[in-house]
């Protein structure tokens, strides 16, 4: 059983939490901002839970849709599921419970929460089979890790407006430049089998696109934020948050595998930077 439940922990990546991270700073700041500085603590708490019970949903079910493919990628084929010490089953018998743990999570909120809420399960769910077709998975990626944003409107507001789908956009381009670093780690390995990456479909130009996703994204945020009134310790922020990217560039700017993986998992610091910056905003006016 002790064995059983560590490969259920790896199923998951429970030791691998940067994806629940990546997930979680754009859903934190819509929540500040959507509350004005003050979001209710139970909000604070379900889609903290939500976001860490369905990103490990999609673990499991990206594991299961991948199945035939991990096996052929050097950083993928020990995965629980390709390697066969979990039967695809139980991956998708996994990924329900916690999609259901989620759905039973949410019932407090209102109706519109809940809908989207759906959508939102529906795109995590297809989001692995996008490879085999879309040449920019990574932008589909970014409405499945974004889509915390006008969940979170429609949570305290009751109504998605504009501003959250702008920042939805924003998240979406920030998400294709992380994952294209991600993506470049394993460039060689989906070449060979035929997955379709931003990092393959960019190509020689995959170093610059990056870097102006970073850009692109940082603009939104600072209308965005510009719009609601954020100034001093918002600007802060996403300063760093730029610091960061540049960080970046000098990560991947030689296309080697570590430096990349490295620039992917410092991305953590870049959305707690932005979070950072608005709730200090918020509290120090």
């Keep these: ?88 089953k139980e991956a ?21 929460s809940k809908r989207l809420s759906l959508l939102a ?9 996008f490879k085999r077709f879309f040449p920019v998975p990574q932008a589909y990626l970014g409405v499945a890790y974004g889509f915390g944003i006008p969940m979170a409107f429609a949570a305290v507001q009751n109504t998605v407006p504009p501003l959250a789908w702008l920042l939805l956009l924003g998240n979406i381009l920030w998400a294709v430049a992380y994952d294209t670093e991600y993506a470049m780690v394993d460039r060689d390995d989906d070449l060979k089998i035929g997955i379709r990456t931003s990092a393959i479909t960019f190509g020689r130009h995959d170093v610059a696109i990056v870097m102006a996703c970073y850009l692109a994204s940082g603009l939104i945020w600072l209308a965005c934020g510009w719009q609601l009134g954020l100034r001093g310790w918002f600007l802060a922020g996403l300063a760093v948050a730029a610091g960061c990217a540049l960080y970046h560039y000098t990560l991947i700017r030689g296309r080697e595998r570590m430096p990349c993986f490295a620039a992917f998992r410092h991305n953590n610091w870049l959305g707690a930077a932005v979070f950072s910056g608005v709730a200090l905003d918020f509290a120090l006016r």
């Design 121 to 129: 399960v529906a795109i995590a769910v297809s989001y692995p089979y």
């Design 1 to 88: 059983m002790k064995n059983k439940l560590a490969l259920y922990f790896s199923l998951i990546r429970l030791d691998k939490p940067i994806g629940t991270v990546l997930l979680l700073w754009p859903t934190l700041c819509a929540l500040w901002l959507a509350a004005g500085g003050a979001p209710d603590w139970r909000l604070i708490l379900i889609f903290t839970l939500g976001t860490f019970l369905m990103r490990s949903a999609g673990c499991a079910v990206n594991d299961y849709a991948d199945r035939d493919i991990d096996k052929h990628v050097k950083r993928t084929a020990g995965r629980p599921v390709t390697s066969g010490r979990i039967s695809g």
């Design 92 to 112: 998708l018998g996994v990924a329900l419970v916690l999609t259901l743990l989620a759905f039973a999570l949410i019932q407090p909120l209102n109706a519109l």
